[in-house]
């Protein structure tokens, strides 16, 4: 199994419909993060959390809401998509580390949206 | 001036070939150094992370020069399997816990 689960893996949705991406990890990680990756614009954060009283907004937060329900549950929700909201999901995981291991993050295998 | 910027690529290499990727960062109190490999919609996985002594993994070598904020991979006797877009990634400041990350280089390696 993954240490770091997203579901649904590929969800196609209306322009104006609530949705909600699922994160869950086992890597017993308190930090967790949410990215969108587009073309050509690479991997850009949305929201992140540090434990579960801590919510972070990230580069490109507008439009997009997260819940830290426990360590290991991080889910994205889109109130009301719009068709720019259409890219590749990544949630991802880091624990503090130490020297040059230290941030290093661990990704889950994407959710891929399209908002028609 | 971007954050973290790479060669465009794509590359396209000779299986047995050895290829160089560099990547230069704007952040001069960055720490966390990372070379990450993305395959064709999958997610990111840690390739190595860059030391400032420079470091080796097998066919890979990372180096680091802090004083130009540069970071190099380079890939000997390359194989098929490396095929992939190779992400540069740097922690966004210094004690920061989030990463910046490059828009990634894409190799193909050809047979």
């Known amino acids: 199994d993954a240490d770091v689960t997203q579901t649904p893996r590929n969800r196609i949705t209306k322009t104006g419909k609530r949705i909600m991406l699922e994160c869950s990890q086992t890597?017993?990680?308190?930090?967790m993060y949410w990215y969108r990756q587009d073309p050509g614009l690479g991997l850009r954060l949305i929201y992140y959390?540090?434990?579960?009283?801590?919510?972070n907004k990230g580069e490109i937060s507008d439009g997009y809401s997260v819940s830290r329900q426990a360590q290991a549950k991080f889910s994205l929700s889109l109130e009301s998509a719009i068709p720019n909201q259409t890219a590749l999901y990544f949630c991802?995981?880091?624990?503090?580390?130490?020297?040059?291991?230290?941030?290093?993050?661990?990704f889950g295998a994407g959710t891929r949206l399209s908002v028609l | 001036r971007k954050e973290v910027e790479q060669d465009p690529g794509p590359f396209n290499v000779p299986e047995g070939a050895t290829v160089a990727f560099n990547c230069t960062y704007s952040?001069?109190?960055?720490?966390?150094f990372f070379w990450y490999r993305q395959d064709c919609r999958k997610e990111p996985k840690l390739l190595m992370s860059v030391y400032s002594s420079g470091n080796e993994d097998g066919r890979f070598t990372a180096q680091l020069n802090r004083a130009s904020q540069y970071i190099s991979l380079l890939i000997r006797d390359s194989k098929l399997s490396d095929s992939a877009t190779y992400l540069c990634v740097v922690n966004s400041g210094a004690g920061s816990y989030q990463l910046t990350f490059g828009k990634g280089t894409k190799l193909s390696v050809i047979p």
């Open positions: 959390s540090f434990d579960v009283k801590d919510i």
């Open positions: 991802a995981t880091s624990d503090p580390g130490d020297g040059a291991n230290k941030n290093i993050q661990y």
């Open positions: 890597k017993g990680h308190d930090r």
């Open positions: 952040n001069s109190a960055s720490q966390s």
